[in-house]
Structures are given as structure tokens and as C-alpha cells.
């Protein structure tokens, strides 16, 4: 079946490092992809998502490509900031049989210290 | 728009006891699921609808779990009786079902069953 792969968690950075929380997939078919991200204390909220090979996703700073050959995801900011810290979740979705089928990873817990 | 909303937010319950939760999705959005995390695992999904349909229920974990959704409105997971690996955050989430719509998350319900 489908599935997601993150990096194991947690990850501690400090203020202003450069971020890289490594996403691969296994998917029957041609998936979406999506990076979702739980800040403390509150639910999942997308972060980005890119639909096809080669897209680029990008919001508040992060970005992902989708890299079909490699079959990742990678998500990436280049300047982290404390408030930054929350738990990351590497999500693919797959059209089948008409409706929309959502696989997600372990998550990967992001503490940026000042 | 008004988001997803889940109740409660919390609840602690004794093992051999019942539990319901309840999820209300974005208002039009005919897709609902049901999520479970537990300790820190990958965020498992439940079961989806479409409207008041079951569309896939392949990951309930047992028929101590009774999902329902009333007129393709709000939905109701219950859990009876309660064990103690029913412990988790349930997530509800809503989408317009399209292959690269994103899901649209509630804030969840941590379940504690002691």
C-alpha cells in the first residue's frame, strides 16, 4: 500500500539554521503531496503541497519539491525561527475508485532555540 | 469560513466506559475522515464519507468503534467499551474531495483512557 517516510525526530536547531526534514513515499499511483504542520496546542494546518513532478511548493519561507525520480518531498527553510518549532507531517494523497485517500508519516518534532 | 470543529477537546475516561466524539466539517465539504495518533506515531486513518456514506472504513480498528454521520452533516465516532489503546488524538477532517484538495483538520480530541 501507500506510505510515507520521515526523518526521525526530534530535531533541535538554532535560531536563524538552515532546515531539512527529509520526506520519501511509496504510492501506487501518481499522488499529491503535502506537508502539514501542528503548531502546540492546536490542529494540523497545510503547510504546502505540490501536484505533479517537478512542482515546488512554498509557504512562509519553506519550501518542498516534488522529485519523482527520487520519490521524496523534502521539506526545506533556509532561516528558522523559534517560532517555527511544531511538529511537521509528510503527507501523499491518491485519487482511487473516486474519492481522495490520505497517507501520512510519523511526524517530525521541530524545537528552534534562540 | 468557519473551520472544522471537534468536541470535545479533551476527555479522560476510565477503561469499560464510553466515549463519543463529535466533528463538525466546513460547511459544504461532502468528504469527512476520521485520523487517529497515537504516541507519537504517523496519524492513522479511521474512515471516510462521502456525504452520509461510508466510503472506506478499512482503518477502524475494531467493532468497538461506531462511526456515524447524521443527513451528511456533523459526525459521531464512538468508542465501546474504551481500552486503554484506544488512547490517542483523534483527528477530524473535511476536503472537497478533489485530488489535490488539501485536508482541512479540527484541533482534534485527546482521548485518555485509564
Known amino acids: 500500500g501507500d506510505s510515507v517516510t520521515q526523518m526521525e525526530g526530534p530535531v533541535t536547531l538554532s535560531e536563524e539554521a538552515f532546515l531539512t526534514i527529509n520526506c520519501t513515499y511509496t504510492?501506487?499511483?501518481?499522488?499529491?503531496l503535502f506537508w502539514y504542520v501542528q503548531y502546540p496546542g492546536e490542529g494540523l494546518q497545510l503547510l504546502l503541497k505540490?501536484?505533479?513532478?517537478?512542482d515546488k511548493g512554498s509557504n512562509k519561507g519553506f519550501e518542498a519539491t516534488y522529485r519523482k525520480e527520487t520519490t521524496s518531498f523534502h521539506l526545506e527553510k533556509g532561516s528558522v525561527q523559534v517560532s517555527d518549532s511544531a511538529v511537521y507531517f509528510c503527507?501523499?494523497?491518491?485519487?482511487?475508485?473516486?474519492?481522495?485517500?490520505?497517507?501520512f508519516g510519523t511526524g517530525t518534532k521541530l524545537q528552534v532555540i534562540p | 469560513e468557519a473551520g472544522v470543529t471537534q468536541f470535545p477537546s479533551h476527555s479522560v475516561i476510565e477503561k469499560g466506559q464510553t466515549v463519543t466524539l463529535r466533528c463538525d466539517p466546513i460547511s459544504g465539504h461532502d468528504n469527512l475522515y476520521w485520523y487517529r495518533r497515537v504516541m507519537g506515531k504517523e496519524i492513522k486513518f479511521l474512515l471516510h464519507f462521502v456525504k452520509e456514506s461510508k466510503q472506506d472504513e478499512s482503518g477502524m480498528p475494531n467493532n468497538r468503534f461506531l462511526a456515524e454521520r447524521t443527513g451528511g452533516t456533523y459526525s459521531t465516532l464512538k468508542v465501546q467499551p474504551a481500552e486503554l489503546e484506544d488512547s490517542g488524538v483523534y483527528f477530524c477532517?473535511?476536503?472537497?474531495?478533489?485530488?489535490?484538495?488539501?485536508?482541512?483538520f479540527g484541533n482534534g480530541t485527546r482521548l485518555t483512557v485509564t
Open positions: 477532517a473535511s476536503s472537497q474531495g478533489l485530488e489535490t484538495s488539501p485536508l482541512h
Open positions: 504510492a501506487t499511483g501518481y499522488p499529491s
Open positions: 505540490a501536484t505533479k513532478a517537478d
Open positions: 503527507a501523499l494523497s491518491v485519487y482511487s475508485g473516486g474519492y481522495q485517500k490520505v497517507t
